[in-house]
């Protein structure tokens, strides 16, 4: 971690009020950023580099609105053979660099049939559906050490219309069966995601204020005839984002 730190310490001198990590095909937030700084991970002593496609690997920083802002583009995934702790590892570096807010963006499936490809889901709590720690019942965490409700309302303020939610972390890469589907929608998920939740763990164990928010980029299977594929949730993504990208430069300019 001092490598790491130390590398990052080189490039940007200044300190960081609001850290951003952005989902599949919402990259674009980046570009509201003034005289950025671009450090690839690649470049990182002993950090991670990203495999999935829409992921593109580097962390941006600059000036938007009179605050320092850190946007990783691109995140790491359970599934791809990282332990909890290093998929964590985004916001241990926020943390290292003395940031203690942070949003967190992904593209979700959307396990209401009532919502609109393109809404945004504040996420309130989450369930965690890999079975790697509960192979029985999955239980629902939730409440202010997770899920900043400060940052919540103030989203909620901005946009009334935001919708509230349980998200379902399943392991991936493969997208769930109707049978999961349903079995989610039982215990009270509105969407779906394959990431997201080891940040929310390593945010919570560091006490950091965390605001969580989805893009509805596709319908879960069996709510739709739709055919589901990683294509699919990009493009849908990448077609939503502009109306995502307002809604968080409303957020960044409020915190």
């Not at 965490?141 to 899920?147: H, I, L, Q, R, S």
């Not at 055919?227 to 968080?248: A, C, G, M, P, R």
Request: proline share 2%; aromatic share 10%; charged share 15%.
């Amino acid at each position: 971690m001092n490598n790491i730190i130390n590398y990052i310490k080189q490039r940007i001198t200044n300190s960081i009020d609001i850290a951003v990590v952005t989902g599949s095909g919402l990259s674009d937030i980046k570009n509201i950023l003034k005289d950025s700084i671009v450090i690839n991970y690649a470049d990182i002593p002993g950090y991670f580099n990203t495999t999935v496609e829409g992921h593109d690997g580097a962390f941006y920083f600059g000036n938007f609105n009179g605050k320092n802002i850190l946007i990783a583009v691109g995140r790491f995934h359970y599934y791809e053979g990282l332990t909890i702790d290093e998929v964590g590892l985004p916001i241990r570096v926020f943390n290292e660099l003395g940031c203690q807010k942070i949003i967190l963006t992904n593209s979700a499936g959307c396990l209401q049939s009532s919502w609109n490809l393109g809404d945004v889901m504040a996420v309130s709590g989450h369930y965690d559906f890999t079975f790697k720690h509960n192979s029985k019942n999955p239980k629902l965490v939730t409440g202010n050490k997770y899920y900043n409700d400060d940052l919540i309302k103030m989203a909620i303020s901005i946009k009334p219309d935001l919708r509230i939610g349980n998200y379902g972390w399943v392991l991936g890469p493969m997208y769930e069966t109707i049978s999961e589907i349903d079995n989610m929608k039982t215990h009270g998920v509105n969407a779906v995601g394959m990431s997201t939740i080891p940040e929310v763990i390593m945010a919570h164990s560091l006490q950091v204020d965390l605001l969580v928010l989805s893009l509805m980029s596709n319908y879960a299977i069996g709510l739709t005839d739709d055919q589901l594929s990683h294509q699919t949730v990009l493009d849908n993504s990448i077609k939503y984002n502009e109306n995502f990208k307002l809604l968080l430069i409303s957020i960044l300019s409020n915190i």
